[in-house]
C-alpha cells in the first residue's frame, strides 16, 4: 500500500512526555522512521505533552502512584491529543502503559527491546548486599518494594517520585540512600555509569514491559500504520504479548505489585511471571514455554494458575 510520506511542509507530530528519558525515546522513533523512509528530520514534529503524572508538587510531594491515578495519569493527556488528531503518533514506556487503549487507538509497534534489569544506584553504596540495617531505600515501584522487603527487612523503604534526573538530586540530598532505575533507562540516555550494580532477574524479576518502547497510534490511520509496521519489531513484540496477557488477566492496574519477563528460545517463549502482596509478605511464581504463536495465550494461562493459588485475602488491600 503506497502513503503519502510526512514533509517539512506536513510534519509527521509526534507526542511524547517531556523527560529527558521521554525525549530520548521519542528522538529514537523519529530516527528510526528517518532510517527507513529515507526522510529529512524536518519531516517530524515532537511534541511534549505535560501529563498528570508530570505534576511537580506531587512529584516533590512523593507521594504514592494510587492516590493521583494509577497507570493513566502517565498517558492520559497524550493519548486525547491522538484521538482527536493534534498529533500522528505517542511514544509511550511501555511498563507506564495500562492493558487496555482508549477506543480508536491501537499499540501494536515496539522498539527493539533494552536491557530488561534494573539498577542499584546509590552515592555510598557500591551494591544492594552491602547496605546496613536501617539505611534507607527509595522507591515509588511497589515491585521493587515488595521484592526488597522480604529479603531485607531491616531497611526503611520510603516513597520516591520523579524522572531519572529527579531522582538523582533527592539522593544527593539525603532523601534516601539508595534507589533502584531501569538499566534501559540509564541506558538510553548515556548514563550507564549511574548503576553501581545491575541487579540479575533471578534476584529481582522485573517489571512487566520494562525495556521496551511502544508506539501508539489511531486505528483508522493508516499512514501511521505503514509507517510504524516497517519498524515493528516482532521479537519484541512476541514478549510482551506474553507479558501484557499475564498482567491484564492479574490485574491490569498499578495497585498490585507484578513482576513478569518473557524470552525467546528459537521458536518458544519462556515466561515467567510472579504476584506480591505490597508488604512482601507473600509472593507466588510460576513459569511456562509456548510457541510464540502462542504467547498472549501463555500470558493468560500463567496467570490463571498463579490466580487459583492465590489464599483467600490475598488482594484484600485493594477493597
Excluded at 155 to 181: I, M, P, W, Y
Amino acid at each position: 500500500m503506497s502513503v503519502t510520506l510526512p514533509t517539512p511542509d506536513q510534519t509527521l507530530k509526534i507526542g511524547t512526555r517531556g523527560s529527558p528519558l521521554a525525549l530520548a525515546q521519542a528522538h529514537e522513533t523519529r530516527d528510526r522512521l528517518m532510517a527507513a523512509f529515507d526522510l529529512p528530520e524536518a519531516a517530524f514534529e515532537i511534541v511534549v505533552i505535560k501529563t498528570t503524572g508530570d505534576d511537580r508538587s506531587m512529584i516533590e510531594a512523593d507521594r504514592p502512584l494510587k492516590e493521583i491515578g494509577n497507570k493513566g495519569l502517565f498517558t492520559r493527556e497524550i493519548e486525547e491529543q491522538l484521538g482527536d488528531g493534534r498529533i500522528d503518533l505517542a511514544v509511550h514506556s511501555m511498563k507506564d502503559m495500562p492493558v487496555e487503549q482508549p477506543e480508536g487507538l491501537v499499540l501494536d509497534c515496539y522498539l527493539p527491546r533494552e536491557d530488561v534489569r534494573d539498577a542499584f544506584v546509590s552515592p555510598g553504596v557500591a551494591r544492594l548486599a552491602d547496605l546496613e540495617p536501617g539505611q534507607v531505600v527509595g522507591t515509588a515501584s511497589l515491585r521493587r518494594r515488595a521484592q526488597l522487603l522480604p529479603r531485607r527487612p531491616d531497611l526503611t523503604v520510603v516513597e520516591f517520585r520523579g524522572n531519572v534526573q529527579t531522582r538523582l538530586r533527592k539522593l544527593s540530598e539525603g532523601v534516601a540512600d539508595c534507589t533502584f532505575l531501569a538499566m534501559a533507562g540509564l541506558n538510553r540516555l548515556g548514563m550507564a555509569r549511574v548503576a553501581r550494580s545491575p541487579i540479575g532477574v533471578d534476584e529481582m524479576l522485573p517489571a512487566i514491559a520494562q525495556g521496551a518502547i511502544g508506539i501508539e497510534r489511531r486505528l483508522d490511520d493508516p499512514r501511521a500504520e505503514a509507517m510504524l509496521s516497517a519498524i515493528h519489531d516482532a521479537d519484541t513484540g512476541h514478549r510482551l504479548a506474553a507479558e501484557r496477557a499475564f498482567l491484564a488477566t492479574l490485574d491490569g492496574s498499578c495497585e498490585t505489585p507484578i513482576a513478569g519477563l518473557a524470552v525467546l528460545e528459537g521458536d518458544e517463549i519462556w515466561l515467567r511471571g510472579e504476584v506480591l502482596r505490597p508488604d512482601g509478605s507473600e509472593s507466588l511464581s510460576d513459569e511456562g514455554r509456548a510457541s510464540i504463536f502462542d504467547a498472549a495465550d501463555l500470558g493468560t494461562e500463567i496467570a490463571r494458575r498463579l490466580l487459583e493459588r492465590t489464599p483467600r485475602g490475598f488482594f484484600d488491600w485493594r477493597d
